[in-house]
């Protein structure tokens, strides 16, 4: 479902951020593919550096289909960067995604937050982020992260996945999963 990126798909996923509803929600706007490109091999070697980990989301032949990226990483924390091509939206590729990734982060990269800054008029993704069972609303919670993300004017809602409650949430799947084999 995940791999690291690499330059060889890059048309397929240029294509797919261009969709208007797409676009205004990535990080790096670009306006052409030889700029994409370029992104692309930056964010390559950005992750190399130790500065964010970059992922692209497959489909289940193996398709490209968005990205799913850790960007701004310090005090090992970062913010979640994602993406899916308008065509995969409401399909469930998502959530997956997002767990896969995170166990990633968390128990291969030492990760021990993850937050996510939502666009106060992104209603599908704060729609997304509020269904997953593991991540908190955190404005308050963290208010010199939201301050930070907020400092010119208050655009973004903050969320956190939390280590220890990714790991809760995967030992109460685990034991939900075993006892459904019991019975």
Known sequence: ????RDVHESHALF????HPEVFPFVRHKVKSYEEFVFV???NIESEERGE???RTILDEW???IGTINLYDIEDNAGYLGTWLGKPFHGKGYNEPAKEEFFKELFYENGIESIYMAIRKVNIRSRKA???LPYAVPANETRPDVYAKLNKNEIVFDLFEVPKDLFTLYLMRNDQENEQAMEA
């Open 1 to 4: 479902m995940l791999k690291k």
């Open 15 to 18: 294509d797919l951020m261009m």
């Open 129 to 131: 982020a509020e269904k």
């Open 52 to 54: 964010l980990i970059t």
């Open 62 to 64: 193996g398709n490209p």
């Open 40 to 42: 692309t091999k930056q």
